[in-house]
């Protein structure tokens, strides 16, 4: 299968680990993510302001190159792309003044009226492969590690473009550890956020929300929290040491990107995961916790 | 002289508006050839009158079109009811940094230049730009990191500063890229180590017989071994070599 693949600019930079990973899960998976040969920031977070359509240029632009490829999905990897270029397709197709206003802006471009869908890995592996065909492909199970899936806000917000059909409850994060043979954690902080960009104006504030999803899910037994999403992957993982003395009693724990945790399980060498880029604590989880590779 | 060539050849002409101002001037000519048809005496902004050196930026608008449209002023040739103005330079501020005490890493750009992350694609750099370069897509290239696509994607930049004037980021596009050159040329393309090689052995004394030679030779012997010197031909392809006793190959 190959599949219309949007990379998003932290995945070349400070999250090559998210990206890194996937690419070697894909391929283990026998699915081809193209990169689409042009694009552009999705410009990360979506514009609420209702006639600020300047903001949604760039993601629309980034719809019109998957156009243009003549691909009709296009998958993401980062949460926060996810959302932006899902909400911007939304835009593009149930407004037909504002639709008419931006392709009127873009007269460089071909019209464009929200044709492509917008997977992200994690409805793709759902949607296209399936749960028990994943399943069936993993050589290293985790069994009984106990995950954190942490949804945090993007992938589930807003309701239209949650990746999952119930997006209070949402379980698709929790199929997926199920399908790699981990046991998920289920904490009732895990579509609480993480404290987003408040990390850069209100570290504080950012750090207290952090604890607080990390407290959640260390109660409920987690060894280990898996994200999708660069920032939060930053505000709880990277920024961990400052985050501990915000939540009393708080102990180390590990966290690594949804992408990793699946080339893990299906075999993919550690060298090929980023762990470099992940918290020591990870690196630690990884050689202690999970078992080598199963020979088929 | 015979009567013919006395004659004034029919010349026809067209009028242009230069800042507001109609003149009529010879069709065929370029903007700035026109310009000085005109009247207008170029002392700066014209540069080298070649294409190549971004000085002569022209910014103008054709009857009926909403467009912008812009040329280098030495290289595009007049149209009939053309509005234009000269757009020789552009303030856009240049960081200062120093690339010999530099990585060549993506984080130094977002140091020297954070405006970066204002870029909201709307093209209109790319649009404007006389030398056809991708603007925005370099400006993408280099959110992402990617400095050497950077650089290549660039290359073609004269500097004139159009991307900047149409920016609704702010960006001093031009600056950046040219960063992004500097930074990919001095520390990401491979080092050619045969002309390291090369250094050390001249600076071992590999010319210095031969050079302390010809310093004590007279002129016109000087000019007999110039004439002389062995030289690709103009036209060579891959298959031309240095001849054996070539100094250079010693």
């Known amino acids: 299968m190959k599949i219309a693949y949007y990379p998003g600019c932290t995945l070349k930079t400070r999250a090559k680990n998210l990206e890194d990973a996937a690419l070697a899960a894909l391929r283990v998976l026998g699915i081809a993510a193209v990169e689409l040969p042009r694009w552009n920031c999705c410009g990360a977070v979506y514009s609420l302001t209702d006639d600020d359509l300047i903001h949604q240029v760039a993601p629309v632009r980034d719809l019109i190159r998957v156009k243009e490829q003549g691909a009709e999905t296009v998958m993401t990897l980062c949460s926060m792309c996810y959302n932006t270029l899902a909400r911007a397709n939304r835009l593009m197709r149930e407004d037909e003044e504002k639709r008419h206003t931006l392709n009127t802006f873009m007269d460089e471009e071909p019209d464009y009226h929200g044709e492509v869908e917008v997977h992200h890995l994690l409805t793709l592996l759902r949607d296209r492969i399936g749960w028990k065909t994943l399943a069936a492909k993993v050589r290293r199970p985790l069994t009984g590690l106990k995950v954190a899936p942490y949804y945090g806000c993007t992938l589930v917000r807003p309701r239209p473009v949650s990746i999952d059909p119930r997006p209070d409850q949402p379980t698709i994060l929790d199929d997926f550890l199920r399908a790699l043979g981990a046991e998920p954690v289920d904490y009732p902080a895990r579509i609480e956020c993480c404290g987003a960009y408040n990390i850069l104006s209100e570290p504080d504030a950012a750090h207290r929300a952090s604890a607080n999803v990390l407290a959640s899910a260390e109660r409920h037994g987690a060894e280990l929290v898996i994200t999708s999403c660069p920032l939060c992957e930053y505000n709880l993982g990277t920024c961990q040491n400052q985050v501990l003395p915000h939540g009393e009693g708080l102990r180390p724990l590990p966290t690594l990107y949804f992408s990793q945790l699946l080339a893990l399980a299906l075999g993919v060498g550690n060298e090929e995961l980023g762990l470099e880029l992940s918290p020591a604590s990870s690196l630690k989880l990884v050689a202690e916790r999970i078992s080598p590779i199963h020979q088929a | ?250």
Request: proline share 5%; aromatic share 8%.
């Open chain 2, 1 to 250: 002289m015979n009567e013919s060539t006395l004659k004034t050849p029919m010349i026809k002409m067209i009028p242009i508006f230069i800042m507001g101002q109609k003149y009529e001037v010879p069709a065929e000519l370029t903007i700035m050839k026109a310009m000085e048809y005109a009247g207008y005496k170029f002392i700066r902004g014209c540069g080298c009158r070649g294409g190549i050196c971004g000085a002569c930026s022209t910014v103008y608008r054709k009857p009926g079109d909403y467009k912008i449209h812009t040329g280098l002023a030495c290289q595009t040739v007049i149209e009939p009811e053309m509005y234009l103005t000269q757009l020789p330079f552009y303030p856009a501020l240049k960081a200062t940094y120093d690339v010999s005490t530099m990585q060549g890493i993506a984080t130094e750009i977002f140091e020297a230049y954070p405006e970066l992350f204002r870029c909201v694609a709307c093209n209109a750099c790319t649009k404007v730009c006389p030398m056809d370069v991708k603007v925005m897509d370099y400006i993408a290239y280099l959110k992402r990191g990617d400095i050497e696509a950077a650089a290549r994607a660039s290359f073609d930049c004269i500097q004139c500063g159009l991307c900047a004037s149409r920016c609704m980021g702010e960006l001093p596009q031009y600056h950046i890229a040219q960063m992004a050159r500097r930074l990919w040329g001095a520390k990401l393309t491979p080092r050619a180590q045969h002309l390291a090689e090369m250094v050390l052995k001249i600076e071992q004394g590999l010319f210095g017989e031969l050079i302390a030679k010809l310093e004590t030779t007279d002129t016109a012997e000087l000019k007999k071994l110039y004439n002389a010197r062995e030289m690709e031909p103009a036209m060579s392809r891959n298959e031309w070599k240095p001849s054996k006793d070539n100094v250079g190959l010693r």
